[in-house]
Nanobody, 112 residues
């Protein structure tokens, strides 16, 4: 099973930016489709974005135009650049290898 470790979360004001990182412990990272999910308090986990091995991307409507997913295969890392953050983006963010492996989650709080 792939080990995934997220980093880069924190507290930011509305309109601000954060970049999340997810490092994967696999030598075949470049073959994986990687996904980001999030879970707000009292809500179900929801899809945020994915990036395929070929670099194709897809986003949830709620983040389209504000978030950008990218990957660096040399570093076995996937990123989530989050701009124009809103209070509704407050959640624990998780990365996933499109299978059974999940990171531990990283808190993002958007508040003034």
């Amino acid at each position: 099973q792939v080990q995934l470790v997220e980093s880069g979360g924190g507290l930011v004001q509305p309109g601000g930016s954060l970049r999340l990182s997810c490092a994967a412990s696999t030598t075949i990272f470049s073959l994986y489709t990687m996904r980001w999910f999030r879970q707000a308090p009292g809500k179900q986990r929801e899809f945020v974005a994915y990036i395929t091995s070929g670099g194709n991307t897809n986003y949830a409507d709620s983040v389209k135009g504000r978030f950008t997913i990218s990957r660096d295969n040399a570093k076995n890392t996937v990123y989530l650049q989050m701009n124009s953050l809103k209070p509704d983006d407050t959640a624990v963010y998780y990365c996933n290898d499109n299978g059974n492996s999940w990171g531990q989650g990283i808190q993002v709080t958007v508040s003034s």
